[in-house]
């Protein structure tokens, strides 16, 4: 006992701290405890240089000991400088030693290992449920479904972008025709407007050159008969229309034969036409202009039976060259 201790004073004077060599003899309880240093988990046998803290008995190697100076094992329970000078008795050291602060280590360890494992199992248990349920395979159902709907979203966008794409083409190819339908009604409106002021020029030439009627009257006549049932003048009775023929009074400008060609227009604006009428026209009628103030008896249209004409309003016009000469409004009964 003084041998060791006189062993360990010169090591603590060195060290500041009491360092212990195990000796098979006089340690053997302490041997039989296979002890195993804290840091490295060496097995400590017999010569081994030791340091035990006087606070929690922890057993160091005395190299790991000398690691941090003091207990540094579980920093959270023991920092304590103080080393004890001998090993104490097994009774006294129940709670000492690396071997009961491994295990407390270990137990955390263990216990932190224990519940990972618990989570882990837990998670697993909840994945398998999950995987399981209806529930789960509708999600993954709706999912699928979802990525189906998704790629549709895709190609939609896309049909949207080439629709918008040739839309607003096609809106910038309206806008140009509007543009151009605009200039082609102001061409048109002056184009009419010409024809318009020609026509009124054509007519002042015609009655200047040709002639201009200035009164139309009507009689009936039935031509296979020879019979004539409406004097010109007379109103004019539906029943006995059979050839309505005008008689024209009118200003000649010239002498000589000319086309005169009539319109007959309905009452329901529709013209009068038949099998020998001319495009656009009731029928044509030659007739011999003379000069200065005249009247001129025309042949008529309708037919032998009677009855073509309904009552209502009428319209006769005598057209040359494109130009209405001579017009008028009269009423059927
Ligand atoms: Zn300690």
Not at 198 to 219: P, Q, R
Request: proline residues 2%.
């Amino acid at each position: 006992m003084v041998k060791n201790r006189v062993s360990w004073i010169s090591k603590k004077e060195r060290f500041g701290m009491n360092v212990i060599i195990v000796d098979r003899n006089k340690h053997e309880s302490f041997l039989a405890d296979h002890r195993q240093d804290p840091y490295t988990r060496q097995l400590i046998g017999v010569g081994d240089k030791i340091v035990i803290c006087a606070n929690c008995k922890t057993v160091y190697l005395e190299s790991s000991w000398k690691i941090k100076g003091h207990c540094s094992i579980n920093p959270k329970i023991c920092e304590s400088v103080n080393t004890l000078s001998s090993i104490p008795n097994q009774k006294a050291i129940t709670h000492f030693s690396s071997k009961p602060t491994i295990k407390i280590v270990e137990k955390k360890t263990i216990n932190k290992t224990a519940i990972a494992l618990f989570v882990t199992i837990i998670i697993i248990l909840l994945a398998i449920i999950l995987f399981f349920s209806p529930k789960y395979f509708s999600y993954r159902k709706s999912a699928d479904e979802l990525i189906v709907v998704k790629q549709d979203v895709v190609s939609y966008e896309n049909n949207i972008k080439e629709l918008t794409q040739s839309n607003n083409k096609l809106a910038t190819e309206n806008n140009i025709l509007k543009t151009n339908i605009t200039t082609l009604e102001v061409k048109n409106k002056a184009f009419e407007e010409e024809v318009k002021n020609l026509k009124t020029i054509n007519k002042g030439i015609l009655s200047k050159h040709l002639m201009s009627i200035y009164s139309i009257e009507f009689k009936s006549t039935n031509y296979s008969s020879s019979t004539t049932y409406i004097s010109y003048g007379n109103t004019l009775y539906s029943s006995l229309i059979y050839y309505l023929c005008p008689k024209i009074s009118y200003n000649g400008a010239f002498e000589g034969n000319i086309k005169l060609s009539i319109k007959i227009i309905q009452p329901n604006g529709v013209l009068v036409t038949g099998n020998s009428s001319p495009s656009g026209y009731t029928y044509e009628q030659n007739m011999y202009c003379k000069k200065g103030y005249n009247t001129a008896e025309l042949g008529g249209w309708g037919n032998s039976s009677g009855g073509t004409y309904s009552s209502g309003n009428y319209r006769i016009e005598f057209w040359y060259s494109n130009v209405c000469i001579g017009e008028k409004n009269f009423y059927i009964y």
